[in-house]
């Protein structure tokens, strides 16, 4: 039996290729074209009748179907159904002519559709681009790159990877060891080794060895590659791992990318909608909303307009936001995704570390000085403050008083203004203070700030929720939970006070629960909301993250549903969003506040009390590990988003420059 067909546009089932090519012909005829009738049709039809309705065309009219085209349409529309017009292969090649051609190369074309490709695939493009430019692509290539990501490239147009059933068991345990010792075991890396095994072994193949790597390694391949190779080679190595594991799953990524944040970039939307649309737009659709909280149907709406927007969403072919359960690709997905994340221990690091040579009574005396007479140098400040631990920073502030009679803290409110004093101040208090002030400040005034309550809870361990707690007891004379039952109500109070408690369990998995515990999530779908919710909380407010990372991916083979999806379907307000942030964190917790940090700068202003508690409170212990998320994500690092997207118009200078010294460099 053949593989189930996963594509949206199938065949015209009364097709006749003369009479769509005088609709076509009448449609473009005299004054305006009836754009409607042009992108009903050819979304209509498969690629193969389209090729149909030119020829008929030219036999009928003389004329070239594509260049009338031309000539009526504009812009992205144009660009748009010129694409669906060429045959598949002709389509690449097109691509990759425009990628290699002029000053500059478009790296992220090439390696998009030399990553994705099949062998068969890759001898029609090769053949197409002979054909329709006359030159070999390997040699456009060879001559338009360099490196090891030229050698890679090579590799790949030579489309020899073994085939798919093609799966040497003895070797699987060997070849992850060539990679782990090619990279993570050795100073330096050994480029040729990654290059031969990821650029010829089958996929089936690939994917055993990339399991066994994670057994060795402690870490996926991804997590080595990113920090072995670097510049268009990992971006190329990472895509072709992406492609390894799934074709779809890589490009709802590219989609995402594609749209998210200010502008789209529709030569990559164009693309990968025509490429994809008559081979696995579905499983694509499902891959999106795994990954992200919206469909892909739902992202073109709002990210696009017009008769392009129309043609876009006939490709797309529905909107799966009301969906629940998977299709089997998507289901694979889930899973391995949550095996993977169980799989994976993550080492914290930091971007911040304690000063060398550190001297707290020289410290003090210099800040004094900064801030005595006429003006501040907010300079010697930021570059003390920014550049010390928190624990040789309560060592500044004891000296400062033992040695000068003075409050460190009251000094520097009564000096610095604004953003920069909130940040500074945020950096000399100690980590419970922090956070109990910012659990204060969530519940203070007339509105509750409930995003930083949940984010605050959510990722404490339990003993620092438990420092945080006597910390507020101290400083407010009340406790935490009794403010948090005052200040919020229903079953949203319940949770955060359960995980106020910090009692949740700790250390890993306990195999014997996690089946019993995946089968009442399930259970619990099919009960009213209340009860359903109920359950879920006594579940993911006090197990072990470790333990919920394989309930989640047991949940996922009971239920064939995704835990993340029927959260945002089932339940609403902040009760969803509490939830929802418990999986996040779970699944991935630096990239839960790469997320975080992500809103807090995008669109118009910047949540800039987020942005300082994230900074402030994950430099010492995670930001690196974020800052990776961040680039991986969004396309863009931190460092960048920081320096460009978040204070168009700010007047702060220092506030920038001491965000940026804790973020800790580019990526």
């Not at 008769?307 to 997905?333: H, M, N, S, V, W």
């Not at 000094?411 to 945020?426: G, M, Q, T, Y």
Request: proline share 2%; charged share 30%.
């Amino acid at each position: 039996m053949g593989k189930e067909y996963r594509g949206t546009i199938t065949c015209h089932p009364d097709f006749d290729g003369n009479a769509d090519a005088e609709a076509l012909f009448n449609a473009m005829k005299g004054f305006g074209s009836d754009k409607e009738s042009i992108l009903d049709l050819i979304t209509s039809r498969s690629n193969a009748q389209r090729q149909e309705i030119r020829a008929s065309y030219k036999s009928l009219y003389g004329k070239d179907l594509i260049d009338d085209l031309k000539y009526e349409l504009t812009g992205k529309f144009e660009r748009l159904i010129i694409a669906l017009m060429r045959p598949p292969a002709y389509h690449d090649a097109k691509e990759m002519k425009d990628a290699v051609k002029g000053a500059g190369t478009n790296e992220k074309c090439l390696i998009e559709i030399m990553a994705s490709r099949t062998n068969e695939q890759v001898h029609a493009l090769t053949e197409a681009y002979k054909d329709a430019y006359g030159k070999d692509l390997e040699e456009s290539v060879v001559g338009d790159t360099s490196g090891h990501f030229k050698k890679m490239l090579v590799v790949l147009l030579q489309g020899t990877r073994e085939d798919d059933e093609v799966v040497y068991e003895d070797l699987v345990e060997e070849d992850a060891q060539h990679l782990y010792s090619a990279g993570e075991e050795q100073w330096g890396t050994d480029e040729a080794k990654f290059i031969m095994l990821l650029g010829n072994r089958s996929v089936n193949h690939l994917r055993l060895v990339f399991d066994e790597y994670q057994k060795i390694a402690e870490k996926s391949i991804e997590e080595s590659l990113r920090s072995e190779l670097s510049g268009d080679f990992e971006r190329l190595m990472l895509a072709v791992v992406q492609c390894i594991r799934s074709v779809p799953m890589f490009f709802a990524r590219r989609l995402y990318k594609s749209m998210k944040g200010l502008g789209t970039a529709d030569d990559t939307l164009i693309r990968i909608m025509v490429s994809r649309a008559e081979i696995d737009m579905l499983d694509i659709r499902e891959c999106f909303r795994l990954r992200y909280e919206k469909s892909l149907y739902n992202m073109i709406q709002d990210d696009t307009s017009g008769e392009y927007k129309r043609t876009l969403l006939k490709l797309c072919g529905g909107d799966d936001d009301l969906a629940g359960e998977f299709f089997p690709e998507a289901a694979q997905i889930a899973y391995k995704m949550w095996e993977i994340s169980a799989m994976t221990k993550i080492t914290p690091r930091g971007t911040l570390c304690p000063a060398s040579d550190f001297d707290p009574s020289s410290d003090a005396q210099d800040l004094r000085k900064a801030m005595k007479g006429f003006g501040t140098d907010e300079d010697i400040i930021i570059d003390i403050v920014a550049q010390r631990s928190n624990e040789q920073r309560q060592e500044i502030r004891q000296v400062f008083k033992s040695l000068l009679g003075r409050d460190l803290m009251a000094d520097l409110k009564s000096e610095l203004s604004k953003n920069l004093c909130r940040l500074v101040l945020a950096l000399m208090m100690t980590p419970p203070e922090f956070d109990a002030k910012m659990m204060k400040k969530a519940m203070e005034g007339a509105g509750t700030d409930e995003h930083a309550l949940i984010e605050i809870l959510v990722t404490r361990s339990n003993e620092e929720i438990h420092a945080m707690c006597a910390a507020y007891q101290e400083a407010y004379k009340k406790s935490l939970e009794d403010a948090i039952t005052s200040d919020t109500s229903g079953l949203f109070c319940r949770i955060l006070v359960a995980l106020v408690q910090g009692a949740r369990e700790e250390g890993p998995a306990d195999m014997d629960r996690v089946e019993e515990d995946a089968k009442a999530l399930a259970d619990a779908c099919n009960d009213d909301s209340s009860e359903m919710e109920v359950k879920f909380m006594t579940i993911l407010c006090t197990r072990s993250f470790g333990h919920l990372r394989r309930v989640f991916q047991e949940f996922v083979r009971c239920s064939n549903k995704d835990i993340e999806q029927i959260i945002k379907k089932e339940m609403s307000g902040d009760v969803k969003n509490v939830m929802f942030a418990i999986v996040r964190s779970v699944k991935n917790q630096p990239s839960y506040f790469a997320d975080r940090l992500y809103k807090a700068m995008k669109g118009l202003g910047t949540d800039d009390r987020a942005l300082i508690r994230i900074m402030v409170s994950r430099c010492e212990i995670d930001l690196f590990n974020i800052r990776k998320e961040f680039k991986e994500t969004h396309d863009a690092s931190l460092h960048e988003f920081i320096q460009v997207e978040a204070f168009v118009g700010d007047t702060s200078g220092d506030y920038r420059k001491t965000l940026l010294m804790l973020c800790g460099g580019e990526d």
